[in-house]
């Protein structure tokens, strides 16, 4: 290179998702010319169904009008940001004021750096789940923060130990990650633990930002953390259409919260991105108007998926959670297999990931990319339809 990176880039590594999405598609191609069929990718939570006809229908009539490809407001047409209150308020229960409270985002993804980059100084400390999504981890880091991992406990159904929180260091600690029904374990949220939290970070000044992009799957009774009691002085809420509305690749996602929080948040989005096409809001709008049918005949195909899934989990000897919630499924592996990994420079979980990928075309993704205490543990996702799953669970059978 002619220059040198940024330092900050020192700190983060390629999204592993995409490192090893790379390495699948030269597989596929070595497969390919052999005759093979292609890997069955059981990784990344990509949800692989339709989105509701209405958005569809809605995106095609818009986008064929005049005057409606030019850029757009940064605080997001008015309808949409209408839609998203009429949502939270009759699924969650919780009112906001569309005008102030709400900023529509490029994705919740992209959310995650810009509250970073909102409120995060040079050494401020940010309490980061582990496990937990790894973006939560590079965001702190890019912004040149400190990351202060704290442990979400099997034993407590992984949830923080609180009582821990409670002893640990917490000068410094200016922003928290949480997340439920948690990525990757499945875990649901409750108003118990939201209360939890709430009053935490009351107590030490924190704020909170709740990831809560899956809260709808698999799950009847959807909860936001603005249920729990003073939860708008110290919470942000990030929400998102890509996995209720199967619309990942639409990047249709918001941030919740604050009046005066949103207007900092704009500060830095605005810089970011000149908003999001017309024709696509309004195509969210209509989504977002779907009623209770489209998200019981969601769930009802997770369901189906998930007792594939399960069956895999099996022929590995890996244990799991029969009522966890979300797009994937957690499983810790048996004795034997760590007891295997020992001496060999992988975890438990990056043995069996690269045994079935190498040996059989299934790609299962090993715990360890979610935090330190993963090693013993992998994760599948439900972004597979039935028959490719019982594939994969043939496929399996075959090597183990």
């Not at 990650?177 to 649901?188: Q, R, V």
Request: glycine share 8%; hydrophobic share 40%; charged share 25%.
């Amino acid at each position: 290179m002619i220059i040198q990176p940024a330092k900050r880039t020192e700190c983060v590594k390629e999204y592993y998702f995409s490192v090893k999405n790379k390495e699948m598609a030269k597989l596929n191609a070595e497969r390919l010319s052999r005759g093979e069929d292609r890997i069955i990718n059981l990784g990344i939570g990509a949800p692989d169904g339709m989105p509701p006809l209405s958005a569809i229908q809605t995106l095609a009539t818009e986008s064929a009008k005049p005057g409606v490809h030019a850029y757009q407001s940064y605080t997001g047409i008015p309808e949409l940001r209408e839609a998203l209150a009429r949502w939270y308020k009759r699924y969650y229960g919780v009112t906001l004021d569309p005008a102030t409270e709400i900023q529509p985002l490029v994705g919740s993804k992209e959310g995650i750096l810009i509250l970073s980059l909102t409120f995060l100084n040079p050494g401020d400390k940010v309490l980061v789940p582990d496990p937990g999504y790894p973006t939560y981890t590079s965001s702190t880091l890019l912004c040149e923060a400190e990351m202060v991992p704290y442990r979400l406990c099997p034993e407590k159904k992984w949830q923080p130990d609180f009582e821990a929180l409670e002893q640990m260091d917490l000068t410094g600690v200016k922003m928290m990650w949480t997340n439920y029904p948690n990525m990757p374990t499945g875990a649901p949220a409750s108003e118990e633990l939201y209360q939890k939290i709430v009053d935490f970070a009351r107590r030490h000044h924190i704020l909170v930002i709740n990831d809560n992009p899956y809260s709808f799957v698999l799950n009847d009774r959807p909860l936001s953390i603005f249920g729990a009691e003073g939860a708008r002085e110290c919470c942000l809420e990030l929400n998102s259409l890509s996995k209720a509305h199967n619309m990942s690749g639409w990047r249709v996602g918001m941030v919740a919260g604050d009046a005066d929080m949103i207007r900092e948040i704009l500060k830095v989005k605005s810089q970011m991105d000149s908003g999001m096409f017309r024709p696509l809001q309004l195509a969210a709008v209509s989504a977002l108007d779907e009623g209770e049918d489209w998200f019981r005949a969601l769930n009802a195909e997770y369901r189906r998926r998930k007792e594939v899934v399960w069956k895999i989990f099996d022929r590995l000897g890996a244990t799991y959670d029969l009522d966890s919630q979300g797009l994937f499924v957690w499983g810790k592996l048996p004795e034997k297999t760590i007891e295997e990994a020992v001496g060999t420079g992988k975890t438990p979980g990056e043995l069996i990931s690269d045994r079935l990928l190498y040996g059989c075309g299934v790609f299962i993704t090993p715990g360890f990319v979610f935090g330190s205490s993963c090693g013993n543990y992998i994760r599948s996702s439900l972004c597979n339809p039935v028959e490719k799953l019982e594939s994969a669970l043939a496929k399996v059978s075959s090597i183990v």
